[in-house]
């Protein structure tokens, strides 16, 4: 582009047609979606036109406001950035929002229901209030002493950058519902899920923080449990790599400060002749 | 009086975004005890979704920048209407305020020195903005929540205030209805911060969530507060446009702040095209010189993509009102082309704006490192509200205080990008100091019987509703005509006679909402909340509505096509709504107090 030149192309055409070159979706298209209470529930079917970039939870609000204006269903953002509309969308934990119906069949219902590892509380809707408490569990961040005179810290980019990643965790605990831990066992009184153990790598990871959760996460936080499946990976939608980047690294800290009693000695001194 | 859940605290705060969150740790450190009801879980708020960043004169990146530049700043990009007093104390307090939330854990982007980097941004002179990538808002968000929930503080999740109750001349307590079973909570409290955000559910086409229905507006309206500046409303110049549902989804301003540009159907770099007088010292005369000063080049003056956002709004409808949108009827915002200027081009804008990147992909199939985006105005931010004291943040009913963007006065006529997030944590800080300090001297209120008694049958009258039959009217039916009906006729471009028609509509709308009903039981029922949220909406709506009648001018984020200049005398005052003594809206004029001498010094030396 030269200087003073008002006139620039756009770097390239914008697509008229929809994804994937399929063929006009469907006009109306029908949602299975669970209707109940804490006692029980049953999917109830409901036929709702369908547009083009639809997303699931479009189509479930439109039936909320069109059909069924009692039917309970958690949202926020609509740009999967709060994480609140979590669901289980033919069987798979999504968020509604970011669940495209192009990418959906659509020849069949398609059917929506809460979170199935958290106790229901109506329709789309599951009680995730566990999740409130075992975060207030978990040792807070504790920075080290401020670098400048001034209060303030001095970090390089690269140390930010390693714990960015779980950082953009958004808290729609789909990771939660996933892990079969949580799921199948029902050890919430033992383990806080992959969710926490992504919290706590990010604090064990912080640049400035000098708190130990090394204790914690073998005993109270139960990360044993975990036998990495990596179920909690694939279903992220920050695409955060829980098991491989968070929770084996915290494994391997508890196995170096627990059993490996040499390591755990030159760790000690080393700390000690190494002020932080 | 009737039985309830109750609880008791000194200060009571609703809403938990960064303002409410700001204020309950602020409140909880005086030690005294805190009660926090949010509408939705914790972490969940709008603040969440804030993308560019906070502004603070920290002078990381810009050694000239300074409390006085941004205090010039921000009254320059609010034409002047605001409230000095808060531009002065925002622009001195910021920078505590975003070292502080470094001390409590937020990771912001760096500078190679290690400090905390800061970004460009419009309006704003200097780069100002300290940044996480473009997700800034969730980074401050947890880092308050992380913070906050190891203080003692009580909090009510998917908990919504109904009503304020009152012991006389002040404030005593709030309604509440905990969303899971339905039922209600009596809080009592001797101090109360509202901290409710915005009222963007108001338009049809918004950035904002179910939300945002301007709750502590109209609970603040009913309580007899004033609220003023309700005629600003900031219409973002680029929301997503196409696929339809997606519209409205907020692009962030950081696109252009590094170094995105704004096209239309011709390819022309229409910004170029109409530079407003008192902004043309400080923009680029040309495109090469707009792209040194995204690079950091001190010697550059920022392209015109980065002038305020209701300058920005308004010539993109210019674009496609006269025939040169783009083909879903916006216009093209163009990151892609950076590649012919940086080498690794594509890793850069995916660095720098992950979240855009993202959101165009999954959501609208468009790689931003390859093509445009097309983007067009949408209702993202209210720039009225309750009229509050500049140091204390307490409305003009006792014991009642407002933070955020419920609150007026910072960003008089029109927020710079940025400004809102900092607005969020000096005054939240602020509301929940004072909000403890009145507590802790003040005597514990009565609540009256009869008035608890009656907000909560009148929460219960859309049930009643329903099972006399008589009424059919869906709320949800409602709440479309009227974000239909603001959209159409008190949007961007206004004129009086749209206006009055909006008016008429709303008066409609309101007689039917007396006849709204909704099926089904209290528990976790959308459809009641509904009907409880439109009475907000209906409120806020006329509000915007009638001040934005009485300001016979444009200026800043109101644009009057029947009025296209600015009116010298409208400079003088802010508008305020208050509820009159009949129940009718009351509208009147409140004259500016004369800038303090080395306020105004600062000013002119800035010009």
Same mark, same amino acid.
């Given at each position: 582009?030269?200087?003073?030149?008002?006139?620039?192309?756009?770097?390239?055409?914008?697509?008229?047609?929809?994804?994937?070159?399929?063929?006009?979706?469907?006009?109306?298209?029908?949602?299975?979606?669970?209707?109940?209470? +804490?006692?029980?529930?049953?999917?109830?079917?409901?036929?709702?036109?369908?547009?083009?970039?639809?997303?699931?939870?479009?189509?479930?609000?439109?039936?909320? +406001?069109?059909?069924?204006?009692?039917?309970?269903?958690?949202?926020?953002?609509?740009?999967?950035?709060?994480?609140? #509309?979590?669901?289980?969308?033919?069987?798979?934990?999504?968020?509604?929002?970011?669940?495209?119906?192009?990418?959906?069949?659509?020849?069949?219902?398609?059917?929506?229901?809460?979170?199935?590892?958290?106790?229901?509380?109506?329709?789309?809707?599951?009680?995730?209030?566990?999740?409130?408490?075992?975060?207030?569990?978990?040792?807070?961040?504790?920075?080290?002493?401020? =670098? +400048?005179? =001034?209060?303030?810290?001095?970090?390089?980019?690269?140390?930010?950058?390693?714990?960015?990643?779980?950082?953009?965790?958004?808290?729609?605990?789909?990771?939660?519902?996933?892990?079969?831990?949580?799921?199948?066992?029902?050890?919430?009184?033992?383990?806080?899920?992959?969710?926490?153990?992504?919290?706590? +790598?990010?604090?064990?990871?912080?640049?400035?923080?000098?708190?130990?959760?090394?204790?914690?996460?073998?005993?109270?936080?139960?990360?044993?449990? #975990?036998?990495?499946?990596?179920?909690?990976?694939?279903?992220?939608?920050?695409?955060?790599?829980?098991? =491989?980047?968070?929770?084996?690294?915290?494994?391997?800290?508890?196995? =170096?400060?627990?059993?490996?009693?040499?390591?755990?000695?030159?760790?000690?001194?080393?700390?000690?002749?190494?002020?932080? | 009086?009737?039985?309830?859940?109750?609880?008791?605290?000194?200060?009571?705060?609703?809403?938990?975004?960064?303002?409410?969150?700001?204020?309950?740790?602020?409140?909880?450190?005086?030690? @005294?005890? @805190?009660?926090?009801?949010?509408?939705?879980?914790?972490? &969940?708020?709008?603040?969440?979704?804030?993308?560019?960043?906070?502004?603070?004169?920290?002078?990381?990146?810009?050694?000239?920048?300074?409390?006085?530049?941004?205090?010039?700043?921000?009254?320059?990009?609010?034409?002047?209407?605001?409230?000095?007093?808060?531009?002065?104390?925002?622009? &001195?307090?910021?920078?505590?305020?975003?070292?502080?939330?470094?001390?409590?854990?937020?990771?912001?982007?760096?500078?190679?020195?290690?400090?905390?980097?800061?970004?460009?941004?419009?309006?704003?002179?200097?780069?100002?903005?300290?940044?996480?990538?473009?997700?800034?808002?969730?980074?401050?968000?947890?880092?308050?929540?992380?913070?906050?929930?190891?203080?003692?503080?009580?909090?009510?999740?998917?908990?919504?205030?109904?009503?304020?109750?009152?012991?006389?001349?002040?404030?005593?307590?709030?309604?509440?209805?905990?969303?899971?079973? /339905?039922?209600?909570?009596?809080?009592?409290?001797?101090?109360?911060?509202?901290?409710?955000?915005?009222?963007?559910?108001?338009?049809?086409?918004?950035?904002?969530?179910?939300?945002?229905?301007?709750?502590?507006?109209?609970?603040?309206?009913?309580?007899?507060?004033?609220?003023?500046?309700?005629?600003?409303?900031?219409?973002?110049?680029?929301?997503?446009?196409?696929?339809?549902? @997606?519209?409205?989804?907020? @692009?962030?301003?950081?696109?252009?702040?590094?170094?995105?540009?704004?096209?239309?159907?011709?390819?022309?770099?229409?910004?170029?095209?109409?530079?407003?007088?008192?902004?043309?010292?400080?923009?680029?005369?040309?495109?090469?010189?707009?792209?040194?000063?995204?690079?950091?080049?001190?010697?550059?003056?920022?392209?015109?993509?980065?002038?305020?956002?209701?300058?920005?709004?308004?010539?993109?409808?210019?674009?496609?009102?006269?025939?040169?949108?783009?083909?879903?009827?916006?216009?093209?915002?163009?990151?892609?082309?950076?590649?012919?200027?940086?080498?690794?081009?594509?890793?850069?804008?995916? &660095?720098?704006?992950?979240?855009?990147?993202?959101?165009?992909?999954?959501?609208?199939?468009?790689?931003?490192?390859?093509?445009?985006?097309?983007? /067009?105005?949408?209702?993202?931010?209210?720039?009225?509200?309750?009229?509050?004291?500049?140091?204390?943040?307490?409305?003009?009913?006792? /014991?009642?205080?407002?933070?955020?963007?419920?609150?007026?006065?910072?960003?008089?006529?029109?927020?710079?990008?940025?400004?809102?997030?900092?607005?969020?944590?000096?005054?939240?800080?602020?509301?929940?100091?004072?909000?403890?300090?009145?507590?802790?001297?003040?005597?514990?209120?009565?609540?009256?019987?009869?008035?608890?008694?009656?907000?909560?049958?009148?929460?219960?009258?859309?049930?009643?509703?329903?099972?006399? /039959?008589?009424?059919?009217?869906?709320?949800?039916?409602?709440?479309?005509?009227?974000?239909?009906?603001?959209?159409?006729?008190?949007?961007?471009?206004?004129?009086?006679?749209?206006?009055?028609?909006?008016?008429?509509?709303?008066?409609?709308?309101?007689?039917?909402?007396?006849?709204?009903?909704?099926?089904?039981?209290?528990?976790?029922?959308?459809?009641?909340?509904?009907?409880?949220?439109?009475?907000?909406?209906?409120?806020?709506?006329?509000?915007?509505?009638?001040?934005?009648?009485?300001?016979?001018?444009?200026?800043?984020?109101?644009?009057?096509?029947?009025?296209?200049?600015?009116?010298?005398?409208?400079?003088?005052?802010?508008?305020?709504?208050?509820?009159?003594?009949?129940?009718?809206?009351?509208?009147?004029?409140?004259?500016?107090?004369?800038?303090?001498?080395?306020?105004?010094?600062?000013?002119?030396?800035? &010009?």
């Amino acid at each position: 582009m030269t200087p003073n030149n008002a006139t620039t192309a756009p770097a390239s055409a914008v697509p008229s047609s929809p994804p994937g070159g399929s063929a006009s979706p469907p006009a109306q298209a029908r949602f299975d979606l669970w209707r109940g209470g +804490a006692t029980g529930g049953r999917f109830v079917p409901y036929t709702t036109p369908v547009s083009e970039g639809m997303v699931v939870l479009d189509a479930v609000l439109q039936i909320q +406001a069109e059909q069924a204006n009692d039917l309970a269903a958690r949202w926020n953002c609509k740009a999967g950035k709060c994480g609140s #509309c979590s669901a289980e969308v033919n069987g798979k934990p999504r968020l509604m929002c970011m669940t495209r119906l192009s990418d959906l069949d659509l020849t069949k219902p398609v059917t929506v229901e809460p979170m199935r590892s958290f106790p229901p509380i109506k329709d789309l809707v599951s009680d995730v209030s566990w999740n409130f408490h075992v975060k207030k569990g978990i040792r807070p961040f504790t920075p080290r002493p401020p =670098d +400048a005179p =001034d209060g303030t810290w001095r970090m390089a980019q690269a140390d930010v950058d390693r714990v960015q990643e779980f950082r953009k965790c958004i808290e729609c605990f789909l990771c939660q519902d996933v892990c079969h831990v949580l799921r199948e066992h029902h050890d919430h009184d033992v383990f806080i899920g992959p969710r926490f153990l992504v919290y706590t +790598a990010a604090l064990e990871m912080h640049p400035l923080d000098v708190a130990d959760r090394t204790a914690d996460l073998r005993k109270a936080h139960g990360i044993g449990y #975990c036998n990495i499946t990596k179920c909690c990976t694939s279903v992220c939608p920050e695409h955060i790599t829980i098991t =491989d980047n968070a929770i084996i690294p915290l494994k391997e800290q508890v196995v =170096d400060a627990f059993y490996d009693p040499i390591g755990r000695l030159v760790k000690i001194f080393s700390r000690r002749s190494a002020p932080r | 009086m009737a039985e309830y859940e109750r609880s008791q605290h000194d200060v009571l705060i609703v809403g938990a975004g960064g303002a409410g969150l700001r204020a309950a740790i602020a409140a909880a450190d005086a030690k @005294v005890s @805190v009660g926090l009801v949010c509408k939705s879980l914790l972490g &969940k708020a709008h603040t969440v979704m804030a993308e560019g960043g906070i502004a603070a004169a920290l002078a990381n990146v810009d050694d000239r920048d300074n409390w006085r530049v941004h205090f010039a700043d921000t009254m320059r990009g609010g034409q002047y209407l605001n409230n000095w007093r808060m531009a002065e104390l925002h622009a &001195k307090e910021a920078p505590d305020r975003v070292k502080e939330l470094e001390a409590w854990g937020a990771l912001f982007d760096r500078t190679a020195d290690g400090r905390i980097l800061q970004r460009n941004f419009g309006g704003h002179k200097y780069p100002r903005l300290a940044h996480v990538g473009d997700r800034t808002g969730l980074e401050m968000i947890r880092t308050l929540q992380d913070h906050a929930i190891h203080l003692g503080i009580d909090v009510f999740m998917e908990c919504t205030v109904i009503a304020l109750l009152k012991d006389g001349d002040r404030v005593a307590g709030a309604l509440s209805y905990e969303r899971d079973r /339905g039922r209600f909570r009596l809080h009592t409290a001797k101090a109360v911060v509202l901290a409710t955000g915005g009222i963007g559910k108001a338009f049809k086409i918004t950035s904002n969530s179910w939300e945002y229905t301007g709750d502590g507006l109209a609970l603040a309206y009913d309580a007899g507060a004033e609220l003023i500046d309700m005629e600003f409303v900031q219409f973002h110049p680029t929301g997503m446009i196409w696929p339809p549902s @997606v519209r409205g989804i907020l @692009v962030t301003e950081g696109v252009r702040g590094e170094g995105g540009i704004l096209l239309n159907r011709e390819g022309r770099r229409f910004m170029f095209d109409d530079i407003p007088e008192n902004y043309r010292n400080q923009t680029a005369d040309n495109e090469e010189e707009g792209w040194r000063y995204t690079q950091g080049d001190k010697s550059a003056r920022r392209p015109p993509e980065l002038l305020t956002r209701d300058h920005v709004a308004r010539c993109i409808v210019r674009e496609v009102r006269e025939g040169r949108g783009s083909p879903h009827g916006g216009v093209f915002l163009d990151i892609a082309w950076i590649k012919r200027r940086l080498p690794n081009a594509a890793e850069h804008i995916k &660095k720098k704006l992950p979240s855009m990147y993202h959101q165009f992909k999954e959501l609208a199939d468009i790689d931003i490192t390859e093509q445009p985006m097309e983007v /067009g105005p949408t209702t993202h931010y209210m720039m009225g509200g309750i009229r509050v004291d500049g140091d204390t943040q307490m409305s003009t009913v006792l /014991g009642l205080f407002a933070a955020g963007e419920v609150a007026a006065g910072l960003h008089g006529a029109n927020r710079l990008g940025g400004n809102s997030l900092s607005d969020l944590l000096v005054f939240g800080k602020r509301a929940g100091d004072y909000a403890a300090k009145f507590a802790s001297t003040a005597a514990a209120p009565r609540l009256d019987p009869t008035a608890v008694d009656t907000a909560a049958r009148q929460a219960l009258e859309p049930f009643a509703a329903s099972a006399s /039959g008589n009424g059919a009217i869906s709320p949800f039916q409602i709440q479309h005509e009227l974000q239909a009906s603001m959209q159409d006729l008190v949007g961007i471009v206004r004129n009086e006679a749209d206006m009055t028609r909006a008016l008429g509509t709303l008066s409609q709308l309101n007689a039917q909402a007396a006849h709204v009903a909704v099926s089904g039981n209290r528990e976790f029922n959308p459809g009641w909340h509904t009907a409880l949220d439109i009475r907000h909406q209906l409120i806020v709506a006329e509000a915007v509505t009638r001040s934005a009648i009485e300001r016979k001018e444009s200026r800043g984020a109101q644009f009057r096509e029947d009025f296209p200049e600015k009116g010298a005398d409208y400079g003088r005052f802010n508008i305020v709504v208050r509820k009159g003594a009949s129940g009718a809206m009351e509208l009147s004029r409140r004259p500016i107090p004369p800038l303090p001498p080395e306020l105004a010094q600062v000013i002119e030396e800035m &010009k």
